[in-house]
């Protein structure tokens, strides 16, 4: 734990105030993220490790800290949120525990001073100063179009969801006690300084969030200071404490994380059933009957032996097998991925310029949000999936995203209808492919066997902003 005052907080207060100096407009952000592409802003972000390199020696493993004492990415980092940012933000109708948590660790303990209904940010504020207490701001993202542009190409990049938290700790004190987390973990510094201290894990790649007790957790691993323009990485099950060191007014960090039930062990209990029900129609061994009263035993040890053989079958099928049929995974990642970052430009969802026709030259727009599945529920379908083709684009999908409302609990019905995008004939699965690997095709030299499925099936794509004509 750093001393009080002296040279640490003559350095912070130092950097603090060059980190002022500099103000960058969203024009000037490409200078240090890049957004052409997903991959360009995710190597932009752990710039200057290279992206070959975190693969092979981080991701999963171990942590990564990037310092960079760079003037330009404190500033723009800044930007991103700021303490000062919460009076305009409580303004807005913000609410205890869905938009704002206030705790404090306290004896190895989190202790939430969470008031009851609307945040007041003269209260807010009070409790930060008086109390030490840390502000934890859930989902930014709903209401920073730069941290939209960031997650969203993030989403783009790992293919699945990406949330974040900010943290605002005042001096001398720490928010949460030593745990660990179910997510990949990617935090940026924004103002001031945090000390951080990393843990070996003691469930590596955890899948449940957990608080650890300092007396099992044993020496850090890692120990530092994370000033503005920082990034740390972590593997989930990682365990980490942080707190703002004395002389350091406050600190402002945010959380990206992915990767939440996103495992081998996920996509097999997603894909089994459909992989099982495709089996069957071909295999009278998945379709004979299991023993009488099978349901009524309490000790099935007898049938393991079979459950194996059949296990053995269905890995000979899938190895031969043309497509998984992917089950609520790809489901839950299109309904509640962040939408296309468009800003002021409405155009590419409205359909304009010429209809294709079957001369025509396409090509797939927002490649990067459109995801084909071959339907497990029904035989013979495919789904080309889209934000662009479901309800509530740009402000209300943002709006809810990663907070857990009434989308998880909507009707097996309404979920249907939200999630099954444009479905055609099972026969049109490589023409959709074709169009979804090519940078651009001729309507003509899509694999359909007639001109009229073809344009058909060009229109259909267009009438939905999926394409564009050339």
Request: aromatic share 8%.
């Amino acid at each position: 734990m750093p001393k009080k005052g002296g040279k640490i907080a003559d350095v912070a207060r130092e950097t603090q105030a060059q980190c002022k100096r500099p103000r960058l407009d969203t024009a000037g952000s490409l200078s240090v993220l890049n957004f052409e592409s997903p991959d360009s802003l995710f190597r932009s972000l752990i710039s200057p490790i290279e992206e070959e390199v975190f693969f092979r020696e981080y991701w999963e493993q171990k942590p990564l800290l990037v310092q960079r004492n760079d003037v330009l990415v404190a500033a723009y980092y800044q930007s991103l949120f700021q303490l000062s940012h919460l009076k305009e933000l409580c303004s807005q109708g913000l609410y205890y525990g869905r938009d704002v948590n206030v705790c404090r660790c306290v004896n190895g303990k989190k202790k939430v001073l969470n008031k009851e209904g609307r945040v007041n940010y003269m209260q807010l504020k009070k409790d930060f100063d008086q109390k030490k207490a840390t502000i934890q701001f859930h989902q930014p993202q709903r209401f920073k179009e730069e941290l939209w542009k960031i997650q969203e190409k993030l989403e783009c990049y790992f293919g699945s969801l990406v949330g974040s938290n900010v943290y605002i700790t005042p001096q001398g004190s720490q928010g949460l006690p030593p745990h660990y987390d179910d997510v990949e973990v990617f935090i940026l510094q924004l103002e001031g300084e945090k000390h951080w201290r990393l843990y070996k894990p003691t469930v590596p790649l955890a899948r449940e969030y957990n608080v650890e007790p300092e007396d099992r957790i044993g020496s850090p691993t890692h120990e530092f200071i994370l000033k503005p323009g920082d990034l740390l990485y972590f593997p989930r099950g990682t365990i980490h404490q942080a707190d703002t060191p004395h002389g350091i007014s406050y600190s402002t960090h945010v959380t990206i994380s992915t990767y939440q039930n996103n495992s081998w062990g996920d996509f097999l209990l997603d894909t089994i059933p459909g992989l099982v029900f495709d089996t069957a129609k071909e295999d009278v061994a998945l379709r004979t009957s299991i023993p009488r009263q099978l349901l009524m035993q309490v000790n099935t040890a007898d049938c393991t032996k079979k459950l194996s053989s059949l296990l053995r079958r269905l890995a000979d099928s899938l190895e031969n097998s043309r497509e998984l049929r992917s089950s609520d995974m790809k489901k839950d990642f299109i309904m509640h991925r962040l939408p296309p970052c468009l800003g002021c430009d409405p155009d590419p969802l409205t359909p304009g310029g010429k209809l294709p026709k079957i001369d025509s030259k396409i090509r797939l727009q927002f490649r990067d949000h459109a995801i084909i599945t071959v339907e497990p529920d029904q035989e013979n379908a495919v789904s080309i999936r889209s934000p662009l083709c479901m309800p509530g684009v740009g402000s209300e999908r943002r709006e809810t995203h990663m907070m857990g409302t009434e989308d998880d609990t909507a009707s097996e019905d309404g979920l249907a209808q939200q999630t099954h995008g444009l479905r055609f004939p099972l026969s049109y699965l490589d023409a959709l492919k074709q169009i979804w690997s090519s940078s651009t095709v001729n309507v003509k030299e899509l694999n359909l066997t007639s001109d009229e499925e073809k344009e058909n099936l060009a229109l259909s794509l267009w009438t939905e902003c999926l394409i564009e004509v050339l």
